[in-house]
């Protein structure tokens, strides 16, 4: 069996490290913004080449805080997309405010620009793309629309840790930026955790105070806030993380060359690879494929896992049926989610095991004639 994620190597390989961060915090017994939690944000900041990161308790509330503390709430509306990860949309619920749909790249997946400027209203505040499986947006165009309208942007850089656009790191470029650092991240933790960043000191400092109850002191609250800390033994997981993170990162890559290679010459759509503008990170290798379910159970006889990411867009799950979307108001995302299929990749995969999903893929299409 090929599994599509097997998190038990990568304990196996980093075991004592693991061991001696949590043993160092139980060692100290400061579990709650201390130590290990400063010195995370001060690596990750000096990493991104950022003025300040924020931990806090997931991508979710990363999204959610920046948007609260630039006073978000109904009935305004932030632009989005609806091919992403729920949550995305779930932040912006959060705050009262409502979700606008964009609809995407067809080769990127990420938001069209094109299509952001016929999105905006009055009750528009924000703008948040999406660096989806590791792609960055195109941020040039969408921060000069939002500029240009007045709008926040606040980068969703869940999947990309490590992208670069115009030689910065993603999730840098906006007025905020926000990483999940769920255990199926490029860099995971051992449970959830996430982190705002941002190059705005005030802002910053609003968001310290809102993810500790608005305390900008002991037992003082300025502000309202609420209970979205990064604790310590998460804090020092991810600092053995970060130590590895250009690593693993370019196994991934190997690993994204040897499909990109090997399946060139199938009938699959291969996804884009960075340009001169953009350094993707292989969070995800997405393929396309008319065939594509027909193709998952093969691989799936096969021993192989396989996902999709994601098969139902956000507009048409039933949770947000308020939002009155037709099923083909945005036809680019609809018609990705009924091709798209993710393929193993991370970095304790073996080459052995690549091959052996390249030569199930291969073996499919000759049956099939195609």
């Known amino acids: 069996m090929i599994r599509f994620l097997d998190f038990t190597r990568k304990y196996k390989r980093y075991r004592r490290p693991v061991q001696s961060a949590v043993s160092r915090v139980f060692r100290r017994g400061w579990f709650i913004l201390g130590p290990e939690l400063e010195e995370f944000e001060r690596r990750f900041a000096r990493y991104l080449d950022v003025r300040h990161v924020i931990g806090v308790n997931s991508g979710t509330d990363a999204l959610f805080l920046v948007l609260k503390a630039h006073g978000i709430e109904a009935p305004h509306e932030v632009i989005t997309v609806a091919n992403t990860a729920v949550p995305t949309v779930s932040a912006i619920r959060m705050t009262g405010a409502t979700p606008v749909f964009v609809d995407v790249l067809a080769d990127s997946q990420t938001l069209d620009f094109s ?5 905006i209203t009055p009750k528009a505040r924000a703008v948040v793309p999406v660096h989806l499986y590791g792609y960055p947006a195109c941020m040039n165009e969408i921060l000069r629309i939002s500029k240009a309208h007045k709008l926040i942007v606040i980068e969703d850089a869940c999947q ?7 030689g910065r790191r993603v999730g840098t470029l906006g007025d905020a930026g926000c990483f999940s650092f769920y255990p199926t991240k490029n860099l995971g933790a051992f449970g959830d955790a996430g982190a705002v960043v941002t190059n705005d000191t005030r802002l910053a400092n609003r968001l310290r ?7 900008v002191s002991k037992a003082k609250n300025a502000i309202e806030g609420i209970n979205t800390r990064l604790d310590e033994i998460q804090a020092a997981l991810l600092g053995l993380g970060l130590s590895h993170i250009d690593e693993w990162n370019q196994q991934r890559a190997k690993i ?4 990109l290679r090997t399946l060139r010459k199938t009938p699959l759509e291969l996804p884009t690879t960075s340009d001169s503008l953009r ?7 997405v393929v396309k494929s008319d065939q594509r379910d027909s193709l998952q159970r093969f691989l799936r006889q096969k021993g192989i896992e396989t996902m999709i990411h994601y098969p139902t867009p956000v507009h048409k799950q039933r949770a947000y049926r308020f939002l009155t979307y037709r099923s083909d108001d945005l036809p680019v995302t609809s018609r990705l989610s009924n091709r798209i299929l993710s393929l193993p990749i991370y970095p304790e995969l073996s080459k052995a095991e690549v091959s052996t999903v390249c030569s199930a893929i291969l073996e499919f299409y000759g049956k099939e004639g195609r």
């Open 209 to 215: 105070a809102m993810r500790n109850y608005g305390e």
């Open 160 to 166: 990309a840790h490590g992208a670069n656009y115009s």
């Open 279 to 285: 350094q993707r990170i292989w969070h995800q290798f």
């Open 115 to 119: 299509r952001l400027e016929a999105a």
């Open 256 to 259: 994204a060359n040897i499909y």
